[in-house]
């Protein structure tokens, strides 16, 4: 039977449809978010707030199976930008894309490495991998986004190496434009029909961590799972 799973940034868009596509697996889902609406208010930026969320879950509800890393923001940035504009999106962007996700994966590592199996799942995107006709990256506004996208492979390659000979699975999520509030909100007024016939339902993208999870424990590890296409 599946067990817990953590999903941050989980009051709307994607988050909200990962925890509803796992409780529809049989997880006992326990979600948090800066919004209300979740289970916990938590600052994934917050290493002693996440440190605490992940112990008060294990306290209540048992070893964590399953933690998705989904908190994420996004800002236009350039390497041009004002200097304190500038450093005040590095700081939030890297705060809660990388740290954030960093904060989780090790909240979470120990236990999953006492129980002898488990699933950190962190949530990128198609920026990351080869997409037939585009380059990698985001293009010139998207700097800070990127970086903190492409520290997030470092850590599951790391990851998957450290954590899989204790039976622990480590993979990213690297899915192209996906309707949510964050996307809306970034694209605002710059949405064409052409780009709008691209952008994919969450549920989409939650159904691919699905597929993802039922590989067991000798499914993929240390991949960086594209998730390109509208169904």
Known sequence: MPG?????GAAVGLGAAFAQALRHEGYRVVTSDIAAGCDAVV????????KA??????AQHGPIEVAVANAGIARATHPLDPWDKGLDDFSAMIGVNLAGAYHL???VAPGMVAAGAGNIVLVSTDHM?????RATGGGAWMDLYDAAKWGLRGL?????????????????LCMGAT?????????????TPEFEAQIMPPEHVAGVLVELLR??????????????CRP
Do not use: C, K, Y
């Open 4 to 8: 817990v799973a953590v999903v941050t």
């Open 43 to 50: 600052d994934v930026a917050d290493a002693a707030q996440v």
């Open 53 to 58: 969320w992940v112990d008060d879950v294990v």
């Open 105 to 107: 994966g090790r909240a």
């Open 129 to 133: 991998v080869d997409r037939p006709g």
């Open 156 to 172: 599951v390659e790391s990851w998957a190496l450290a954590l899989g000979p204790s039976g622990v699975r480590v993979n990213s």
């Open 179 to 191: 309707d949510t509030p964050m996307l809306r909100s970034f694209m605002a007024g710059r949405i």
């Open 215 to 228: 590989e067991g424990p000798t499914g993929r590890t240390g991949e960086q799972v594209p998730v390109l």
